[in-house]
Nanobody, 116 residues
């Protein structure tokens, strides 16, 4: 079974930065499109950044020009660099494979809290 372990979240002030990591086990992230989702309290989980196998990248409008998705194939790890954070970015962040729907069971996620 694929395992996803997210880390790097925390509490930051508005305008701050965080770098999230997602360690993936049992599959190579080289062979799958990978993405970052988030779920805020009382809201549905949404896809915020996606990297296709050929390094094509898409972002949701809400995070464009502030977040950067990347990967280290050697470490089998996906990253999300988040800059200029806003209170509305507060959510639990998850990684998963897939284009519009997740391929695997969710990991525990990592909490990001942005104070105003």
């Amino acid at each position: 079974q694929v395992q996803l372990v997210e880390s790097g979240g925390g509490l930051v002030n508005t305008g701050g930065s965080l770098n999230l990591s997602c360690e993936v086990s049992r599959v190579s992230i080289r062979t799958y499109p990978m993405g970052w989702w988030r779920q805020a309290p009382g809201k549905q989980r949404e896809l915020v950044a996606r990297m296709n196998r050929n390094y094509g990248i898409q972002y949701s409008d809400s995070v464009k020009e502030r977040f950067t998705i990347s990967r280290d194939v050697a470490k089998n790890t996906l990253y999300l660099q988040m800059n200029n954070l806003k209170p509305e970015d507060t959510a639990i962040y998850y990684c998963n494979g897939g284009i519009t729907a997740p391929l695997w069971s969710w990991g525990q996620g990592t909490q990001v809290t942005v104070s105003s």
